[in-house]
């Protein structure tokens, strides 16, 4: 059942591309600069559009610059907007493909060396993902998120930055923390240890893991814990 279904979302891809294909409507690409994001077009096409190739869910551009750094943002009228504007863009079929049954479309540069390896066999990748699930979230922990949780603090309660806690001193104090997931795994932890006699909290257990960090992850939970905590009179 599961080739079948693999089999199925590989040709609902290549139809949808084999048709944007043969419509031979021009892709301008995006870029920061221009006022209204596109590239200008004329009868004879522009030379810097992207062309993107796909296949079984991987997409490769030509290296223009087609996508931006912006993450975790929702295109669910991108397909709209480009049939407005005369066009399918390779965003729009990615869309497309994964909202009848595709969970993931990767689209990534064409032009830099073993960017395929890159993407599937490294936790970021270094493209573009499109996905009809929840690749990055923030949540509160459960018990299942132990694990990762002492993964992520391990190092810094070796190294003296936080104070070390037993596994049963986390479970028990697990309804206090936020993690946040990343494709499956705890890659940031924070908690907030509430003393509601005193009106007050403490702030602990802030770990991000070492390759996620500079990502803004622990700003991302302490802002969260404090605004969950906001009546709180000191934290």
């Known amino acids: ?139 509160s922990a459960r018990a299942a998120d132990l694990p990762g949780i002492r993964r992520v603090i391990q190092p810094l309660e070796e190294s003296g930055a936080l104070i070390r806690r037993t596994n049963e001193e986390l479970l028990k104090q697990l309804d206090s923390f936020m993690v946040v997931e990343r494709d499956g795994s705890i890659i940031a932890c924070a908690a907030l240890i509430p003393f509601f006699d005193n009106n007050c909290g403490e702030v602990a257990s802030i770990a991000v893991s070492p390759e996620c960090r500079g990502q803004g992850q622990g700003d991302k939970l302490l802002g969260m814990l404090l605004c969950a905590y906001c009546s709180f009179k000191r934290i």
């Open 1 to 139: 059942m599961l080739i079948r279904k693999l089999a199925k979302q590989s040709e609902i891809a290549a139809n949808y591309v084999k048709v944007v294909g043969e419509e031979a409507i021009p892709s301008p690409c995006y870029i920061d600069s221009h006022e209204d994001g596109n590239l200008p077009w004329d009868e004879k096409g522009y030379k810097g559009r992207c062309n993107a190739m796909f296949q079984n869910g991987v997409g490769f551009d030509n290296g223009n610059g087609l996508w931006s750094g912006k993450q975790g943002f929702a295109i669910g009228g991108e397909e709209r907007l480009s049939r407005l504007n005369g066009y399918l863009s390779e965003l729009a079929a990615a869309a497309y493909v994964c909202r009848v049954g595709v969970q993931r479309v990767h689209i990534i540069d064409g032009t830099l060396g073993g960017s395929l390896l890159l993407e599937l066999f490294t936790r970021d990748g270094v493209g573009t993902m499109v996905a009809s699930d929840v690749y990055e979230g923030t949540r």
